[in-house]
């Protein structure tokens, strides 16, 4: 999106919120004269609209307000009955913000409107306790939230493409890429690029635990891996003749555009299994002309290429298997091999459960987020409580707004706070002096105000926001009841209040967010997933012909999915808080999906003993996954700064046969090798370079010291 795009958007949004804002406190405050039913029309747009980053179209965002509309009024009920005790109002607090801020395990959209439905508990938790004005806090708060879900569909922003569209378009890309050769790399993986989820629309990405959106995402993953595939096909050096390999790629072309058809129409799916016996057939010509003899037997540079056209062919199938069970709800023919597709038989209440108790870890940043919220607004209404602080929800509005996910950051955010509420309460004193009770001019400057606050604050910064938000907040409550310049210094005082909370818990609760925690995900990523290397090996290597039994890959992808998370929240922090962090994170994302997905789709065709690898290419190719396990180990070892073990005695790549080798050791080959490379470039920028000087251990980086050979 430009800056010109992001301008507009922010224009928008203040236009609907000061709207909806304006057309609710108004009539019920001067025509109907319910100023609490005002002050809760007023401030129910602000907080879904403007705290809350609800992602979508204008009609998406329309429908997740209207759906939250009934767990908010449950939460103004819950304050309201709570708010007479300040031990009942807090542990409602920390309840009601521990479940809120977990709701991010749900995907965007919840985790988008989770603080607005802070802001309701947070506006009737405190005194006065006053039970009689609930029906009127009820209807403020419909009256706004109906009128903002209008203003969203009337003034709604730009849709977004599907993630079934570019899902659709990147496979089309990859039709044409298998099918002609002619597509340079660099817009295969351009293609590619556009399906990571980081370049996704909040709104549009496959985030949730139901089986459609794991489905989706899975087939987006594999179409990526499928396009890079096609990229390296396109810069190897060119082979002889490889018919075999031109069918296959030929049916991967065709399978392609028979799944971009299907996500873009719903109907004519591609025939299915038609790839699968491609690959069955390929697998066969590749037995044949081994069992020629030596002189018919293909080159190894022919060997190689069909390998990771097989490679490829496989990932093609993962798509299709997955854009089955994103379109259909569920498999509509057997899902292979089943721990890849292990969500396809589950019904959608256990996925969810899996979910949430997959997170309930203090390894999840998603659990951390939500316990270091809790606790900081539990702690804030127990201060402001106990303080008997004016306006105390101020207080708790600050740990909501300042609060980031390192203290670096809350740190500066909260500096810039400060300053600018200094200013806006200095204006608005001058303000409320000057004008004194003329409540007509008050009503007269609200709107404008708003309008400018809500466009000016995300355009110029934290500091101009907050200024300009003390200026709407004198404004409105001017018209409510009188107000003198001691409004400004409540505010002042509550604000700093909250500011200090929000920075000691900052301070004692995961401080360097997911910095740390990042290291620790990755090392355990890579634990779980090391020991797949030997294994496969010695499942490929197995005497016995026929179909093979993958390696249990289910405790890696729990990892994987731990590991993607903590790196997504690593990425949106700030880089001040990322600086010295050389780690490409990644590159190792990328080594741990290809030991998962090599250790379930290698052994998937079982080659007859005749293809087998010699007794010498065996121990070569077990000795060579040995030392990518220890390798592995080793990296895993720098990332959480522990002493790693000896570098590998065996060069962590493996050879094949003698000219011509044998299939199985080609696989084993491609596969291994490639690992290899993405493993010494994951060390290489955890080493330091010559000069520079070793990472700081503080931050859980590598251990310092020159970086190891390893043996060759």
Same mark, same amino acid.
């Given at each position: 999106?430009?800056?010109?795009?992001?301008?507009?958007?922010? $224009?928008?949004?203040?236009?609907?919120? =000061?709207? &909806? *804002?304006? +057309? !609710?406190?108004? %009539?019920?405050?001067?025509?109907? #004269? @319910?100023?609490?039913?005002?002050?809760?029309?007023?401030?129910?747009?602000?907080?879904?609209?403007?705290?809350?980053?609800?992602?979508?179209?204008?009609?998406?965002?329309?429908?997740?307000?209207?759906?939250?509309?009934?767990?908010?009024?449950?939460?103004?009920?819950?304050?309201?009955?709570?708010?007479?005790?300040?031990?009942?109002?807090?542990?409602?607090? $920390?309840?009601?913000?521990?479940?809120? =801020?977990? &709701? *991010?395990? +749900? !995907?965007?959209? %919840?985790?988008?409107?989770?603080? #607005? @439905?802070?802001?309701?508990?947070?506006?009737?938790?405190?005194?006065?306790?006053?039970?009689?004005?609930?029906?009127?806090?009820?209807?403020?708060?419909?009256?706004?939230?109906?009128?903002?879900?209008?203003?969203?569909?009337?003034?709604?922003?730009?849709?977004?493409?599907?993630?079934?569209?570019?899902?659709?378009?990147?496979?089309?890309?990859?039709?044409?890429?298998?099918?002609?050769?002619?597509?340079?790399?660099?817009?295969?993986?351009?293609?590619?690029?556009?399906?990571?989820?980081?370049?996704?629309?909040?709104?549009?990405?496959?985030?949730?635990?139901?089986?459609?959106?794991?489905?989706?995402?899975?087939?987006?993953?594999?179409?990526?891996?499928?396009?890079?595939?096609?990229?390296?096909?396109?810069?190897?050096?060119?082979?002889?003749?490889?018919?075999?390999?031109?069918?296959?790629?030929?049916?991967?072309?065709?399978?392609?555009t028979g799944c971009a058809r299907f996500l873009r129409t719903g109907s004519a799916p591609p025939p299915a299994g038609a790839l699968e016996e491609a690959m069955r057939a390929f697998q066969a010509d590749r037995a044949r002309a081994f069992s020629r003899g030596p002189d018919a037997r293909p080159a190894v540079d022919v060997q190689r290429r069909q390998s990771r056209v097989l490679a490829l062919a496989e990932s093609a199938r993962t798509v299709e298997i997955a854009v089955d069970i994103a379109l259909h709800g569920r498999p509509t023919e057997p899902a292979f091999p089943p721990e890849q597709f292990w969500y396809a038989g589950l019904s959608t209440p256990r996925l969810w459960a899996r979910r949430l108790v997959g997170n309930v870890t203090f390894r999840s940043v998603l659990f951390q987020n939500a316990l270091r919220t809790a606790l900081g607004l539990a702690a804030a209404r127990a201060v402001a409580g106990s303080l008997d602080l004016a306006h105390g929800f101020w207080v708790l509005l600050a740990v909501l707004t300042l609060g980031r996910t390192t203290a670096g950051a809350t740190w500066r955010a909260v500096r810039r706070a400060v300053m600018g509420n200094a200013v806006g309460a200095l204006v608005a004193g001058a303000l409320v002096i000057g004008l004194g009770r003329h409540t007509d001019v008050y009503a007269a400057l609200l709107a404008p105000v708003m309008l400018m606050a809500f466009a000016l604050g995300p355009l110029l910064g934290l500091a101009y926001a907050q200024a300009l938000f003390t200026l709407v907040v004198a404004t409105a409550f001017a018209q409510i009841a009188p107000v003198t310049w001691r409004l400004s210094e409540a505010r002042m005082i509550d604000v700093v209040t909250g500011s200090v909370i929000g920075l000691v818990c900052g301070l004692l609760a995961w401080p360097a967010g997911a910095r740390r925690e990042v290291h620790r995900a990755m090392c355990g990523l890579l634990r779980a997933c090391a020991p797949l290397v030997p294994a496969t090996a010695q499942t490929l290597l197995a005497p016995s012909g026929g179909s093979r039994t993958a390696p249990v890959t289910l405790p890696g992808i729990h990892r994987l999915r731990l590991a993607e998370a903590a790196y997504a929240q690593y990425r949106a922090e700030s880089p001040a808080d990322r600086e010295g962090d050389r780690a490409d994170w990644h590159a190792l994302l990328i080594a741990a999906h290809h030991m998962l997905l090599g250790a379930q789709w290698l052994p998937r065709f079982g080659l007859r003993p005749v293809l087998a690898a010699r007794d010498t290419s065996a121990a070569r190719a077990l000795g060579a996954a040995a030392a990518l396990e220890a390798e592995t180990d080793r990296i895993a070892s720098l990332l959480v700064a522990e002493r790693p073990g000896p570098a590998p005695a065996t060069a962590p790549a493996t050879g094949p046969d003698r000219d011509p080798p044998a299939p199985l050791s080609v696989d084993l080959e491609v596969w291994m090798t490639s690992l290899a490379r993405q493993l010494a470039r994951i060390e290489a920028s955890l080493t330091p370079a010559p000069g520079t000087g070793p990472p700081p251990e503080s931050t859980g980086g590598p251990v310092p010291g020159k970086p190891r050979k390893r043996g060759r």
């Open positions: 999106m430009t800056a010109a795009q992001d301008r507009a958007t922010i $224009l928008r949004r203040a236009v609907r919120v =000061a709207a &909806a *804002a304006s +057309a !609710g406190f108004y %009539p019920l405050l001067y025509g109907a #004269g @319910l100023p609490v039913a005002a002050l809760y029309a007023l401030f129910a747009p602000i907080a879904a609209g403007l705290l809350s980053a609800v992602p979508g179209s204008g009609r998406q965002r329309a429908s997740t307000m209207l759906r939250a509309l009934p767990p908010a009024l449950v939460l103004v009920t819950l304050g309201t009955l709570l708010a007479a005790y300040t031990p009942a109002a807090v542990g409602g607090m $920390l309840l009601v913000g521990f479940l809120l =801020a977990f &709701a *991010a395990v +749900a !995907g965007p959209r %919840p985790a988008g409107i989770a603080p #607005g @439905l802070q802001l309701f508990y947070i506006l009737a938790c405190f005194p006065p306790y006053a039970p009689g004005t609930l029906v009127e806090r009820l209807a403020g708060l419909t009256a706004g939230a109906l009128l903002l879900a209008a203003c969203e569909v009337l003034l709604p922003d730009p849709a977004a493409p599907s993630y079934r569209d570019r899902l659709a378009d990147a496979l089309a890309v990859a039709a044409r890429g298998a099918a002609t050769g002619g597509v340079p790399p660099r817009r295969l993986r351009a293609a590619g690029a556009k399906l990571r989820l980081s370049d996704v629309p909040p709104a549009e990405r496959p985030a949730g635990a139901g089986r459609t959106d794991r489905a989706l995402e899975q087939a987006g993953r594999s179409a990526r891996r499928l396009l890079d595939q096609l990229a390296t096909l396109a810069e190897a050096p060119p082979v002889t003749a490889d018919p075999e390999s031109a069918t296959l790629l030929h049916r991967v072309a065709d399978l392609c």
